[in-house]
């Protein structure tokens, strides 16, 4: 490999830390941590922070100043996504007590979002070099980061692409959950001959957009994990056991699948994530040799402007200071000074294994296909393991209190993987940029702070405006419209449920039991196709291979775990966004080469680049736009003037008009993201291209599916 040549210089010199950039970047900061906040409670997972972040600051910097530098554009970047991922900690564990009966107050939660946030970004930076410099792994959504600064940097259409896409989520974020103009989701439910069958789709532009930046690949067994529980374990279950009584199929057939289902997707997860960081074991171990055995030596001044990190003596002592104030809020919080010793012993070992962890396989395999969950799990049983000795059996602490000191020193260590991951893309933009390390590590750790704020603030306000986790909601309904709105957290409440029943709770076993044997077949499948089929598990043979990190190919069981938990129509919806990216990139590539048999050729893998490239902008902006008028919603019904009440002669349309409402947008943004697509001279090309990848990806899978 040749040496490394960043965008910038070495020994050019620009400004990095203006006052506008830290300004501007605790600002967007802000904004987009409410955001990801409102975005992950509402469908459970959250996308890479670092390119909606590229995108935005790019946007507002741009706009607003004229001799703005790309290493400017890179700060305010850093800032933004640090907050973005640190949110994705927080939310996926703190509302978690609300599931376990317990108070989720905006003290608390700040506190565990600043000692996780903090102590997983210096444990980042320390590694900064071994992994990005020495090993040099890719970090996917780093390169993405960078070409999307570059693209800023020189200007172009891609600022009114960006500018378009906000404006566009926003109107329809406030239309549909402002105005409420129109139906939030269509349900339908049949009962045919006692079977009863169910389908939904949720009217989200942003969800559209999340799935075509996650692409087909991840959707489709997202997707899948749905039908599973949907179409084939309800109903099977109902005819077993009996349907609810409830005059409404739709309703009645939630609510077995509420009850009994999604536990399916629980026990699948739990196995799933612990299974994920057995299977990379290989890399896991790679990463942490590399981390221990890390040279983090060396003065700012022996080292070239590119390579200077914050100081590894500052690093440490900021560390013992963390360590130190993690004790005292242990102490705080479960009264207990054996306790706290021990959980404050306990995070410094975990937190680093975790920090190293996900930032190694970030670089592997991306942010976004890192096993965060599967990480958060296997801390929340190691934590129940020792809170358990420690306060169970040493101390006779109440079952009750035990389940809430688990969850209070597991956050921290959750919170801490989360922002690991995606503090080495950022680094890894810098990097390729040429960025002054040390500067743009301060600029994280003040993303950090900023984000550790406004999370909490977000939290609260949208549990008071629209209840967190059905959970919490039915024995808390709202006093206006009950749960009618509540944002489903998915994730938090499987963290509470799994808590729960680690210590005995009230949990659903039977169904429990039965996500760890699918869970297990999937497993057994998986090893079974790994002797005749290759390591690139691609959906119709087209999608980005994921790396094959040990024995066999990487069926991703725990997207298919989530799609088995979250709603149907959350599944449904992403399923059409990922359906979208794969329809338009495989029209590029017909286009050009005006066939879809073989592999494509170098250009139209490269017209495909383009189109997805433009999509993955116009979905950032939509995700921002939407997200952010749903906070600002909240905001208006907590001051007592909920948007849905200021024109109320509007009313709600009905299903029909609500669907081609909601195609309207669809549409436009189809239309948008095929703007680029390579010419072609047949009539009504885009249907006519449709039509060819259709067949074509039919006859992939059925050859995929054909065992030698």
């Given at each position: ?53 590229a ?24 800032m ?27 003290l ?46 020189k ?7 960006i ?21 939030a ?29 996650v ?119 479960t ?13 410094a ?11 190694y ?26 809170v ?15 389940m ?26 810098g990097h390729?940029l ?6 743009q ?38 006093p ?38 699918v ?5 057994g ?5 790994g002797?005749w ?16 990190l ?24 992403i ?12 029209s ?104 060819q ?16």
């Amino acid at each position: 490999m040749g040496e490394h040549r960043p965008y910038v210089p070495a020994e050019t010199t620009l400004p990095e830390l203006t006052v506008r950039a830290l300004i501007l970047g605790v600002i967007l900061g802000a904004l987009m941590t409410a955001a990801n906040t409102y975005l992950g409670l509402y469908m459970g997972m959250t996308v890479s922070a670092s390119i909606p972040a590229a995108v935005m600051s790019m946007l507002l910097l741009r706009m607003m100043f004229k001799d703005v530098n790309i290493l400017e554009n890179n700060i305010v970047q850093t800032m933004t996504s640090a907050g973005e991922s640190l949110a994705a900690g927080v939310l996926f564990t703190m509302p978690a007590l609300l599931v376990m009966g317990r108070e989720m107050d905006t003290l608390t939660t700040f506190i565990v979002a600043v000692l996780g946030g903090i102590i997983g970004t210096i444990f980042t930076i320390t590694l900064r070099r071994v992994f990005i410099v020495e090993e040099a792994l890719l970090y996917p959504e780093g390169i993405a980061c960078e070409e999307v600064l570059i693209a800023g940097e020189k200007g172009g259409s891609y600022l009114n692409v960006i500018l378009y896409a906000l404006g566009l989520g926003a109107l329809y974020g406030w239309m549909v959950k402002g105005f409420e103009l129109t139906q939030a989701k269509v349900e339908v439910a049949a009962d045919i001959i006692g079977v009863r069958i169910y389908s939904s789709l949720d009217y989200s532009l942003s969800l559209i957009a999340v799935g075509w930046i996650v692409g087909m690949q991840i959707a489709s067994f997202i997707f899948f994990g749905a039908i599973i529980g949907v179409f084939i374990l309800t109903p099977l279950y109902g005819l077993t056991y009996g349907w609810p009584v409830d005059h409404d199929i739709a309703h009645g057939f939630k609510t077995l699948w509420m009850t009994h289902i999604r536990f399916v997707g629980v026990g699948c997860m739990v196995v799933g994530g612990l299974w994920t960081l057995i299977d990379m074991r290989g890399t896991i171990k790679s990463g942490l040799k590399k981390a221990i055995g890390a040279d983090v030596s060396g003065e700012m001044g022996s080292l070239p402007r590119t390579e200077q990190d914050i100081p590894m003596n500052r690093a440490v002592i900021a560390l013992g200071v963390i360590a130190f104030l993690t004790f005292l809020f242990y102490w705080w919080k479960t009264d207990s000074l054996l306790l706290a010793i021990v959980g404050a012993i306990f995070l410094a070992f975990t937190a680093f294994f975790f920090s190293a962890v996900a930032g190694y396989i970030a670089g592997v395999v991306g942010s976004s296909n890192s096993p965060v969950s599967g990480m958060t799990i296997a801390t929340i049983m190691a934590t129940t393991l020792v809170v358990w000795l420690v306060g169970g059996v040493i101390l006779g602490m109440a079952q009750t209190d035990l389940m809430y000191a688990t969850l209070i020193i597991a956050s921290i260590v959750a919170v801490n993987a989360a922002i690991a991951g995606d503090v080495m893309q950022d680094l890894k933009t810098g990097h390729l940029l040429g960025a002054t390390p040390w500067k743009q590590q301060i600029a994280e750790l003040i993303g950090v702070l900023v984000g550790a704020v406004v999370a909490p603030l977000t939290l609260t306000v949208l549990n008071e405006a629209f209840r967190i986790t059905p959970t919490y909601c039915a024995a808390n309904p709202h006093p206006e419209w009950g749960c009618a709105k509540v944002l489903e957290a998915p994730q938090a409440e499987i963290i509470g449920t799994l808590i729960q029943g680690l210590f005995g709770g009230d949990v659903n076993y039977p169904m429990l039991g039965l996500g760890v044997l699918v869970a297990v077949i999937i497993i057994g499948a998986r090893w079974y196709l790994g002797s005749w089929q290759s390591s690139k598990i691609r959906l119709f043979g087209i999608s980005t291979p994921i790396p094959k990190l040990s024995g066999g190919p990487q069926l991703p069981i725990m997207s298919i775990a989530i799609g088995m938990y979250l709603p149907f129509y959350l599944s449904a919806t992403i399923f059409l966004g990922g359906s979208l990216n794969y329809l338009v990139s495989r029209s590029a590539h017909l286009r050009v080469d005006d066939t879809l048999r073989g592999s494509p050729s170098e250009e139209a893998i490269e017209a495909g680049k383009k189109v997805i490239s433009r999509g993955t902008l116009m979905s950032a902006g939509l995700i921002a736009g939407e997200a952010l008028m749903g906070v600002l919603i909240a905001v208006f019904i907590i001051f007592g003037s909920a948007p849905s009440s200021w024109l109320p002669f509007l009313g709600t349309l009905g299903p029909v008009f609500s669907t081609l409402f909601f195609l309207w947008f669809f549409g436009v943004f189809t239309w948008l993201v095929t703007r680029n697509l390579p010419t072609s001279k047949r009539p009504f090309s885009l249907f006519s291209d449709w039509i060819q990848v259709l067949f074509d990806g039919g006859r992939r899978l059925f050859e995929k599916m054909r065992v030698p």
